[in-house]
């Protein structure tokens, strides 16, 4: 244990394939056992223009390379400089993998070679050409089963990214699966929930994702087929309009009737509606092949597509189960300190926030 944070200034770092977000917060310790908060000491976003990072990626890392320095401040002279070179950046969620999965043995702490035979039957990719994480979650003593979180990402994908960093001058002390990083920044820390279970729905420009979060612990995320830039690509298609005009319709009228335009809802609620029906079927496969499984009592909304107006109403309305944009800053602000333009802002923030408190809060 180190008695000072040996990486201090550690900041959250989230590359997507259209933006880079930052985020370092400054740790105020909560005197007489109450919680930790914190600072926010910088937040700044940039796009990324497409093709520079394609599907989790890194295609062009020259470009990539030149748009982090100028985020870091290095470089444009349009933001101050970050000095600190620690960082806790994120896997792309598209080629990184998580499970909760169980292990039957004798001992309470599984050998390593135990934990490798049995991830390896649920990884999507070799176990050779993977680096795998895990941490023990809990013991099931009657049974003798070991409950473990495994993490998963192809080894050329994380070291495109380790070696994206270092070029820029970073060490990053963390690279980390999307999963971990929003259950972190959205579910109210230090809460037990009872029978019941929740859901996380990041909703990104270019990918969306659906994490189940059960017996307070991760269990398993899925790709959804759907995303801010799906959405742009119908209204261009099918209303015969400019991206900037669909970009523009989407954010003003989103899941509403346009007088001036009957088609759109039309196209809209066809895309919703998928994506309910493939939210209904990932939480169907969580009720029928996971153990014990408790019902999903409410579905938190992240990303900047969980801004869509109406979108919270229509899939609570399909699903059944409150779905609702949830609140980034929980865990690191005071509720009076959360306005209601600072929590929408928060729905694009929640990853790199994620990012930040793991940064912050317990670096190594
Ligand atoms: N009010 C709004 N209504 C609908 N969509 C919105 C709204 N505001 C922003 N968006 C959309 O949110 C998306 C950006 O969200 P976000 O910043 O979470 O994505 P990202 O993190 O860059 O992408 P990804 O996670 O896919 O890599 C864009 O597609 C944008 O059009
Ligand atoms: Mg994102």
């Known amino acids: 244990m180190f008695l000072r944070n040996p990486f201090a200034g550690a900041f959250g770092f989230d590359i997507g394939d259209l933006s880079l977000k930052l985020a370092q917060l400054e740790k105020k310790s909560g005197l007489f056992g109450r919680p930790d908060s914190f600072n926010v000491k910088t937040l700044r976003a940039i796009d990324l223009p497409p093709g520079i990072i394609v599907n989790g990626e890194i295609e062009q890392p020259e470009l990539a390379r030149k748009k982090i320095l100028f985020l870091l401040g290095k470089e444009g002279g349009k933001f101050q400089t970050i000095k600190t070179p620690w960082v806790v950046a ?11 999965i169980e ?14 035979y049995q991830a390896e039957k649920h990884l999507p990719y070799d176990l050779e050409d993977t680096y795998l994480d895990w941490q023990i979650i809990n013991r099931d003593k009657k049974n003798q089963i070991t409950r473990i979180l495994i993490g998963a990402v192809p080894k050329v994908i994380s070291d495109s990214y380790t070696y994206l960093l270092e070029s820029v001058g970073l060490q990053p002390i963390a690279l980390e699966v999307e999963a971990l990083t929003l259950a972190r920044a959205l579910i109210t820390a230090g809460k037990e929930y009872h029978k019941e279970a929740r859901a996380i729905l990041d909703l990104g420009a270019t990918r969306s994702c659906l994490i189940i979060y059960d017996h307070n612990t991760l269990q ?3 790709n959804m ?25 989407k954010i003003k009228h989103g899941l509403t009737h346009v007088k001036t335009s009957p088609r759109y809802l039309t196209i809209m609620t066809r895309l919703a509606n998928k994506l309910s029906t493939d939210i209904a079927k990932s939480l169907s496969f969580y009720h ?9 009592t409410h579905i ?18 399909k699903l059944k189960i409150s779905t609702h944009p ?13 306005t209601t333009e600072k929590r929408a802002h928060g729905l694009v923030a929640a990853s790199v926030i994620g990012l930040a408190l793991h940064a912050s809060q317990k670096p190594w």
Do not use: C, H
């Open 220 to 222: 398993f995320s899925m």
């Open 300 to 317: 938190t909304m992240a990303g900047g597509v969980a801004n869509l107006s109406n979108l919270d109403d229509f899939l609570s309305r």
């Open 288 to 296: 029928d092949r996971f153990p014990n499984p408790n019902p999903i």
């Open 225 to 249: 087929e759907f995303s801010g830039e799906l959405i742009n690509t119908a209204l261009v298609q099918e209303l015969k309009i400019s991206y900037a005009e669909a970009e523009r319709f």
């Open 326 to 338: 949830g609140n980034a800053w929980k865990n690191l602000l005071p509720n009076e300190a959360i």
């Open 90 to 100: 994120n896997l792309p969620e598209p080629k990184s993998f998580l499970k909760l």
């Open 103 to 116: 292990i039957n043995t004798e001992s309470e702490i599984p050998t390593m070679e135990d934990i490798l």
